[in-house]
């Protein structure tokens, strides 16, 4: 691990294909935007020699500096992979979205790595978000370490920003959460600011230089060893308290010098079981450096406290048909089980799927079978076809570099792969498997679109089916009621990189318009209706008279239709035409254009005519009774209700409640859970949270989450209802 005394780079560069499980580490990044995921990641490259400052990789290849090989806006919206080798270990690593509308790549980073980085700014702190993933990954047991970041900022303290780690993730053992390494600091500048130059192993007690630009290993000058004592002292508390060796504590406590190695490998076991997590200390290179500050122990820690794939526990299998089955975790040797966690367009070779193998090995051009769970309400097929592989590849940038193979435990990009989406399995044609699925966020920010002009109409249909088999967190919906088209995102920044990726990538410009909520009507009280229909114009005439009568039901009754016609006065053969009559003028409505619902409609009496009454006259009789009917009526326009759950921090109980009454909202009860949160339930209509997804995440700081369903439907509000119904008549 990274506090080993004589500790040294091995082989280091890009990476190739895996030969073992054992050899691979994959870790996902996590923390906020602007904690510094993406310098990190560009330091740990430079610091395994798979990129320089020169521009030149590792075989010679000229390519551009990192952060211009993978451009940074796009890298900050979507969970991208870096492979690089360290010691002989491929390391891939997962950099994800720190913003919270792109927690659908954060998941998909969580699915695809065995261990988390989470990655913390000294001078910005813990965020709400960033805790509730380490929640997480606390509930599924996943291995996690922190790295603090942003050192060189004058308000960064390293001491202070551990106990905040302490506090927040430490919740349930504060001593599970202790530094490795205390930072040194050089001379302080102009500005009375230090700016750290090396750390100091709190279990070696060596001192690691980085003041040159690369890595010196020296021994502490006088006075250095003490102000280390305590953070050491409780470093080794921790870590014997973690240990598997029971008799450990109690020959420390009788004041036995624990050896060095002992102590690292049980840390490094208490890692890799994820009971202790380590803090330590990070910071880009200098120009013209070859080695970030903290960057070498960072990839040790990997390398010797992240545990294995073979260590992980692989997701539940099926039989598409849904019959257990057991796979055995990570055998290259298996039958082939690999899952889709992310999928991307290239301009030059199509879709790119990025592929972790959890069984077996996937090789190019073998054809597999493609099984997915059927995300049809996200506009996600349920497949179950076969493919053909095309080219494997570990990418690096805008490169890609070919593989051979991806046997089980490690990831590969694979391309061609046309009806695979992510969270999509894929296994031996002759032997389809279905992994469980991963939970995926419910889009809640509806975004209205229509095309902006006629070429763009005949191109929208397939860029929106591109767009959702990219990301499963968007949901497209065809509203039958409103005929819009509609988008459901996860925030307004998910919002605009739809957009954008439908213009730029798809050609398709699109305008955005107000999002419309499904009205109805209904009648207030009874009310009665004649409808006459008669006309004569040489030969048939059109002969027709039905009298009905409606009266309001019991909310979610729908539209009911009785006959009470006697003496045959409406022939028998036209009832039915009656009723197709007035069901087809309610789903028209009958005063604001809402379809009409909750309603008895009796047929009462009527007239015929032997020669000129139809099918075509009794049903327009019975629309047109039904219209006199509304016209004597006070109709209702009833608007949606959602049922709604909040998830909020205790601190924010009474602010969110607030807000919920602010939109007509009606708090039903709350609920204490753990971890300092309420559950908070309410009745609020739909046209007051169209933008509540927005609205919560400012009001809450990110922390709070919300669930929301339909109800049912309720009267509007008169003074509402009758700015709907000028709206109506203004667009008429």
């Known amino acids: 691990m990274g506090d080993k005394a004589n500790a040294h780079p091995g082989a280091a560069g890009r990476a190739t294909a895996a030969d073992h499980p054992a050899s691979v580490r994959n870790v996902v990044l996590v ?96 965020d709400g978000s960033t805790r ?28 202070t920003m551990t106990r905040i780690c302490a506090e927040a993730f430490g919740a349930d053992d504060p001593d599970a959460v202790l530094p490795l390494y205390l930072p040194l600091h050089g001379e302080p500048g102009p500005d009375g600011h230090a700016p750290v130059t090396g750390l100091i192993g709190l279990l070696s007690q060596r001192l690691f230089d980085y003041s040159s630009g690369a890595r010196e290993e020296a021994e502490p000058v006088d006075g250095q060893l003490p102000l280390i004592e305590e953070a050491r002292n409780r470093l080794i508390e921790g870590i014997i308290a973690e240990s598997e060796d029971e008799s450990l504590m109690d020959r420390y406590l009788g004041g036995e010098e624990i050896d060095f190695k002992t102590l690292v490998q049980d840390l490094e076991r208490a890692v890799a079981r994820g009971a202790f997590f380590p803090v330590l200390a990070a910071a880009p290179a200098a120009e013209g450096a070859r080695q970030g500050l903290g960057t070498v122990e960072l990839l040790e820690l990997v390398t010797g406290g992240f545990p ?114 992510t969270g999509d399995t894929l296994s031996a044609k002759d032997d389809p498997l279905l992994m469980e699925p991963w939970q995926m966020p419910d889009p809640l920010l509806p975004l209205a679109i229509q095309a902006h002009s006629k070429a763009d109409e005949d191109k929208l249909s397939q860029g929106l089916g591109r767009l959702v088999a990219e990301d499963p967190t968007m949901r497209l919906e065809q509203n039958q009621h409103t005929h819009q088209v509609v988008l459901w995102c996860l925030g307004e ?162 602010a969110v409640m607030s807000d919920l009454s602010g939109r007509r909202g009606r708090v039903v009860g709350t609920e204490q859970t753990s971890g300092g949160r309420t559950l908070v339930r309410a009745e609020v209509p739909e046209m007051e949270i169209g933008r509540y997804a927005v609205d919560l995440r400012s009001l809450s700081h990110g922390t709070a989450r919300f669930q929301r369903s339909y109800a049912r439907h309720e009267p509007m509000p008169p003074q509402i209802a009758e700015r709907m119904r000028e709206r109506t008549r203004e667009a008429s």
Not at 90 to 118: C, M, Q, S
Request: some cysteine; glycine content about 10%; aromatic content about 4%.
């Open 31 to 126: 923390g906020h935007s602007g904690s510094g995921k993406t310098t990190l990641v560009e330091a740990l490259a430079l610091t395994a020699g798979a990129v320089n400052r020169a521009g030149r990789v590792e075989d010679g290849t000229a390519v551009s500096d990192y952060d211009e090989i993978e451009h940074r806006q796009q890298r900050s919206v979507q969970l991208s992979l870096v492979p690089v080798t360290w010691d002989g270990y491929k390391i891939n690593i997962l950099d994800t979205p720190g913003y919270a509308d792109f927690v659908g790549e954060l998941r998909a980073g969580l699915r695809a790595a065995d261990a988390a980085l989470f990655v913390v700014s000294a001078s910005d702190g813990v």
């Open 132 to 159: 509730m993933v380490w929640e997480e990954c606390a509930a599924v047991g996943m291995p996690r370490a922190i790295v603090v970041t942003h050192l060189e900022s004058a308000r960064a303290d390293f001491d």
């Open 308 to 421: 294995t794939p073979l260590e992980r526990a692989a997701p539940a299998v099926t039989t598409p048909d849904g019959a257990a089955r057991e796979v055995r975790a990570c055998d290259p040797d298996g039958p082939l089980v690999a899952e889709v966690v992310k999928t991307a367009s290239d301009p030059y070779v199509g879709r790119v799927s990025l592929v972790r193998v959890f069984s077996g090995t996937l090789r190019p051009d073998e054809t597999v079978h493609v099984s997915g769970h059927g995300l049809t309400d996200r506009g996600h097929e349920d497949h179950d076809v076969d493919e053909r592989v095309g080219a494997l590849s570990a990418p690096f940038g805008k490169q890609q570099r070919a593989l051979t193979h991806c046997i089980a435990g490690d990831l590969a990009c694979v391309a061609k792969l046309n009806r695979a989406e």
């Open 493 to 654: 920044a998910h919002a605009d990189v739809a957009l954008e990726r439908l213009r730029s990538r798809y050609g398709v410009q699109v305008d955005v318009v107000p999002h419309q909520v499904s009205l109805r009507e209904t009648f207030a009280a009874r009310s009665s209706g004649r409808g006459r229909h008669v006309k004569q114009s040489g030969g048939h005439g059109q002969y027709a008279i039905c009298e009905i009568a409606v009266e309001p039901l019991p909310n979610g009754s729908g539209i009911e239709f009785v006959d009470k016609v006697v003496g045959g006065a409406v022939p028998r053969q036209f009832i039915p035409s009656v009723e197709k009559g007035v069901r087809a003028q309610a789903a028209r409505g009958v005063a604001a254009g809402h379809p009409l619902i909750d309603v008895r409609i009796t047929l009462l009496d009527g007239k015929a005519h032997s020669v000129d009454s139809s099918d075509a006259a009794f049903q327009t009789a019975g629309a047109l009774a039904l219209r006199e009917a509304a016209a004597e009526a006070r109709i209702h326009l009833l608007e949606p209700v959602a049922e709604v759950t909040v998830m909020v921090g205790d601190d924010y109980v009474g």
